[in-house]
């Protein structure tokens, strides 16, 4: 990594951050509608693995995906312009926070039924391993919450069955809504149910970017060299509820808290600094400029127009289909276009 | 034209897909080693090998998230679920992922996938084994649910389903495996998703019917036809989309109908045909439509309390009779 990439990484943190600010800002004043899941406090987890992961490996997430979106490459102003259900969205306004995805960037989406994209993450590196595309490797987010439903056993013994190269990946957040893991799981560690399937696995600390580096492409390079799939579970926590509507009944405010002073945005500048990769004044700078994009990306998707009419029914289907609206055949056919 | 039967049209479909095209390949419960529970995909695990006739765990779940996993990556998996009853477990990936991926992403996505299933009773299963709840599959847009009546057809469109780039539930009657027709030979015969086809002509009485219920409808209509009725006999074969053309284009000549279907009269296929005739052509009703389904009971064991429950080629013949003399 040279002090470029460094800074850019830094800057895409704290992107995330703003973002997912000015998200729960727009939210409250009804500018955001459904649900909303914002990434606060894991920003080390998908900067970390986004800056090591290659163009040939899939990334497929459950519904808190918007700092996934982001790392993948889609630019905030159209991350944005999903979430205000605009025209210019990544799903044009029809999937929302929780469906975002850009397959031109290997970004498989943003699911929202908890667990559900696990079995189909299998499937996509069934996709690679049958077309022999043998560098790829598929990576799956999950929560700790999704590794207790029927999901997540059958979507790792399949890829244990078939040998398939998937990096499974359990964001712990420790917190499955607002049940912890404790009350949740029969087990502690989430990286102790990839034992029951013969699987490599391990629990790491996710609060530090670099550290998150570090294990991933080492993982990475193993899935590459001995095939087959490895269970990653991720230290991490979310400073913000499980959603928007979350009382937080559930946890001390001393232990938010205690999270929140080994900020992953602050372990990095810190570290950055340290280090002498940048000044104080250099991070201000990006800083200043994640202000700019977020600014940017809020006031580009205010602008986009809703979907039209027209959108409502297209893509239900690929193949020209007869559409009915209100009882009537409509004359024009669901269509690509 | 060569005459089989519809296992033979099946697996001859499946077959000439996976000559014809790499990216086609099968996953499903016993569908290698073992050749298919109905023997569907016999030989293919020893012609093709593992690798494009997957034999999977028991786990629907998994078998049907995986393929739609597979279908993104521009493969076209054809995913078989031993019956329809166990896609109440794969339930979620079929409703809330292959019914709406290509359309929540604007696109994006696009799933050119296959879920096969058997569906029907009269089998001696019990209630968990021979459900017909075809039905409640069409009910989701983004869907296509597919289910031939004839060999010919079930062969046409297999095939269009398989080339087709939308996730399509293809259904096939067990108990229909055994029926025997002329069968095109040419390996490009499709029949075109989404349209219904008349199978029999006839100006007196429309029966709306598909899959198990076509064959029965074209016997009552055979003992119609001595008592001086001329029944047509239009088969959907396609409930999504669903093509209400011919039914409409039939009914208005014979201002009579009958829907017939092997599943559960409350919220199926008749209920939904016989509110669009309604709906499309109430000014050339002469009876109220008439439809025949099965008991609303969970199907017993016993087998004379099984034929009981199901809806007979009887059932049509009389159910006909009433809506043309009143």
């Known amino acids: 990594m040279d002090k470029k990439d460094y800074l850019s990484l830094y800057q895409e943190m704290v992107v995330i951050r703003r973002i997912e600010e000015r998200s729960a800002e727009l939210y409250q004043r009804g500018k955001i509608g459904g649900f909303l899941h914002l990434y606060i406090g894991q920003e080390a987890v998908c900067a970390g693995i986004g800056s090591v992961r290659q163009a040939q490996d899939r990334i497929i997430t459950a519904y808190r995906d918007h700092g996934w979106a982001i790392s993948a490459g889609i630019d905030p102003k159209i991350v944005m312009a999903e979430l205000l259900g605009k025209q210019d969205g990544c799903s044009r306004g029809k999937g929302g926070s929780m469906h975002m995805a850009d397959v031109d960037l290997n970004f498989w989406g943003g699911h929202a039924i908890v667990g559900a994209h696990i079995p189909i993450a299998a499937g996509l590196a069934l996709g690679d391993v049958y077309q022999k595309n043998d560098e790829a490797v598929t990576i799956c987010m999950f929560g700790d919450g999704a590794t207790n439903i029927g999901f997540f056993h059958e979507g790792l013994n399949l890829s244990k069955v078939w040998n398939l190269p998937v990096l499974w990946v359990c964001e712990n957040n420790q917190y499955g809504m607002g049940t912890s893991v404790g009350r949740a799981s029969a087990v502690s560690e989430i990286r102790q149910k990839a034992e029951g399937y013969g699987m490599r696995n391990e629990r790491i600390e996710g609060m530090d970017v670099m550290n998150v580096r570090k294990d991933v492409s080492r993982v990475l390079d193993t899935i590459r060299k001995e095939g087959g799939p490895y269970l990653l579970e991720i230290m991490t926590y979310r400073y913000r509820g499980h959603s928007m509507g979350d009382p937080e009944r559930y946890r001390a405010k001393e232990e938010v808290k205690k999270w929140e002073e080994e900020d992953p945005i602050g372990i990095f500048r810190r570290y950055l600094v340290a280090e002498k990769i940048a000044t104080e004044a250099e991070l201000d700078t990006q800083d200043d400029e994640a202000e700019k994009i977020t600014e940017e990306a809020v006031q580009f998707a205010e602008a986009s127009p809703n979907p039209g009419k027209d959108e409502l029914f297209e893509h239900i289907y690929v193949e020209p289909t007869p559409i009915e609206y209100r009882g009537y055949k409509l004359e024009k056919e669901s269509e690509e276009n | ?326």
């Open chain 2, 1 to 326: 034209m060569a005459r089989m039967t519809m296992r033979e049209a099946i697996s001859r479909a499946l077959w000439e897909e996976m000559e014809r095209d790499e990216s086609v390949f099968i996953m499903g419960e016993e569908v290698g080693v073992w050749g298919g529970t109905y023997a569907v995909t016999k030989g293919f695990y020893d012609h093709f090998g593992p690798d494009r006739v997957k034999d999977t765990p028991i786990a629907e779940t998994a078998i049907v998230g995986g393929a739609i996993g597979a279908a993104l990556t521009g493969l076209r998996p054809v995913a078989e679920l031993m019956t329809i009853n166990f896609a109440f477990v794969a339930m979620d990936h079929i409703v809330n992922e292959a019914a709406k991926l290509h359309y929540m992403f604007a696109g994006q996505f696009k799933l050119p996938l296959v879920i096969r299933a058997t569906s029907g009773g009269g089998r001696q299963l019990g209630a968990t084994h021979s459900q017909t709840p075809d039905a409640i599959f069409a009910h989701f847009p983004g869907l296509k649910v597919v289910s031939p009546g004839t060999p010919a057809d079930a062969k046409g469109l297999l095939k269009s389903a398989i080339r087709s780039d939308d996730p399509v539930l293809f259904i096939e009657n067990a108990t229909l495996y055994q029926v025997k027709g002329e069968v095109p030979e040419d390996k490009d015969y499709l029949e075109p998703l989404g349209k219904s086809k008349v199978q029999r002509e006839g100006d007196d009485v429309t029966i709306v019917a598909y899959s198990k219920m076509v064959q029965a409808a074209l016997q009552a209509a055979d003992m119609l036809a001595e008592d001086g009725i001329e029944a047509e006999v239009v088969d959907l074969r396609s409930l999504r989309p669903l093509d209400m053309d011919p039914v409409i284009a039939s009914f208005k000549r014979t201002n009579r109908a009958v829907v017939a279907e092997e599943g559960w009269r409350s919220f199926g296929v008749g209920s939904e045909v016989s509110a669009r005739i309604y709906e499309l052509a109430f000014d050339y009703v002469d009876a109220p439509v008439k439809r025949v389904a099965q008991a609303e009971v969970p199907l017993p064991y016993n087998a004379d309390l099984e034929q009981l429950a199901l809806p007979q080629v009887e059932d049509i013949y009389l159910a006909a009779k009433e809506v043309v003399y009143g």
